[in-house]
């Protein structure tokens, strides 16, 4: 059974950093396109970072800098590092993974994702 469970968010004051962790079992395990969304409140859904099952990387421009998407060599384990977090990236962060090893950031390429992992970011 497919399953993607984050962890790694919480509380963390302006400037600070948070590492997002997400285990992948399932059908993942044989590696596809993984990504990280977040959907803040009031907001759309949002693409943050996406890997292809080649380890090509893309981060949407907003984060471009700041954060920074990996995976472990067994492609079971997705991680989003996130620095300099500012008020504004309060939000609940997805792992979701895609049956397209070429997937964009586009959620509609996505059919598997986890429950979310709160992110909380204080001035």
């Known amino acids: 059974q497919e399953q993607l469970v984050e962890s790694g968010g919480g509380s963390v004051q302006a400037g600070g950093s948070l590492r997002l962790s997400c285990a992948a079992s399932g059908y993942m395990d044989v590696g596809s396109s993984m990504a990280w969304f977040r959907h803040a409140p009031g907001k759309e859904r949002e693409g943050v970072a996406l890997?292809?099952?080649?380890?090509?990387?893309t981060h949407a421009d907003s984060f471009k800098g700041r954060f920074l998407i990996f995976r472990d060599m067994a492609k079971t384990t997705l991680s989003l590092q996130m620095n300099s977090l500012k008020p504004e990236d309060n939000a609940i962060y997805y792992c979701a993974a895609s049956r397209s090893p070429l997937a964009t950031l586009n959620p509609r390429e996505f059919v598997f994702w986890g429950r979310g992992t709160q992110v909380t970011v204080s001035s």
């Open positions: 890997i292809n099952y080649y380890g090509a990387t």
